[in-house]
């Protein structure tokens, strides 16, 4: 599942909790919630990592001109 989508089934796994329902069914919803969030951060803290090491090599190429 890409980012985009993620973040797409974390509004409805919230929506989901917003309209009400069993404390079990909640719990359950928010454990998902908890675990998409997760790996959302993962993803998006690999992509700044990539972004750092890719704005040091422009910065180095330009550097050299």
């Given at each position: ?38 790996e959302c951060i993962k993803q998006l803290?690999?992509?700044k990592g990539k972004l750092v090491i ?12």
């Amino acid at each position: 599942m890409i980012l985009e989508q993620k973040i797409a089934k974390l509004d409805e796994l919230a929506n989901e909790i917003e309209q009400g329902t069993s404390l079990e069914k909640s719990l359950e919803l928010f454990e998902q919630s908890v675990k998409l969030a997760d790996e959302c951060i993962k993803q998006l803290s690999d992509c700044k990592g990539k972004l750092v090491i890719l704005q040091e090599k422009v910065r180095k190429m330009t550097d050299e001109n």
